[in-house]
């Protein structure tokens, strides 16, 4: 396991210093040095626009919004509507001037499935939409945390490169660019997703809420959380007891090797089942959905929930290895030797 977990953090170490060349192209130093420049306009979505300002991209998530700045750089001006781990999302109403800012952008990018609704409702034909959802097929009533797939990553990534090459056809190269830097640094996030699921095989997981199910799903984690509870949680609403019961259960016999909690989605549920959890000796990681204000981009952020949960992972293996290691009985004298073959055949 530690062997893994230096690989791991070789991958993450490498991949930050991926990450700080990135960030220092998107400021401008680094990739295409040419100044926008005025382009033909045209009134449809999705083509140039007469502008020598920055494409303006609103996104409804910072997941979503700090990706657009990764591969727009110098020449996308970026806002995030939902930028903040302390704001439920699921609850979330757009106000007047959030809706103002959608309607004015150039680009929207959104998550879609029923996540973000508010989000598209002013989108004009005018303006370029770029949508998780819409990228890898997912629909109203599916998991909507769609940031932590790598598929669904791969893909908005790819058609933000298009969607502003198609409004800055003179910097497609820059775009192009931009997209290949960000494709390498999460090929080594996925490298190090591989070395994980490598490293814990049969790892379990329960969680209070299903925010980071595609993320453990591509690093080989099983899900046994009780289906009654997963589904309870989908709908927003509170597990019946017998669903509660069931997740108990599951904590207590440690099924689950750790407990997932989503901080945001906090109830009286959730803060018993956690309860339970760290009096049976589970451990629990939080995981928010908003991403938070200390990382600067997607690729970021995850690859240091994997770091936490690979080090969470070797822990829970290093005890298990522990308690399932018999006592040394110490030297035994011929007498209880001799007697051990009729006890076990009494029992």
Partial sequence: MKTALRRIGRHAAALAGIIALGLVAGCGTGGSTASPTTEPSTSSAGETSASSEPISVVASINQWGSLAKQIGGDYVDVTSILSSSNVEAHDFEAQGSDIAKLSKAQVVVANGAGYDAWATKSVTKQTALVTA???????DGDNPHLWFSKDARNAVAQDLADTFSKLRPDHRDYFDEQLSKWQT????????????????KGATYAATESVAYYLLADLGMKDVTPKGFAQAAANGSEPAPSDLTEMQKVLESQEASLLVNNPQESSDATNMITGVAHKSDVAVVDVTEQMPEDYATLTDWITALVKTFDETMDQVEQTKGTQDTPPDPGPRSSATASESPSSSSAQ
């Fill in 185 to 200: 640094q999460e090929k080594a996030l996925e490298t190090a997703m591989g070395d994980f699921s490598t490293a814990h």
């Fill in 133 to 139: 959802a819409g990228n890898v097929g997912a629909a």
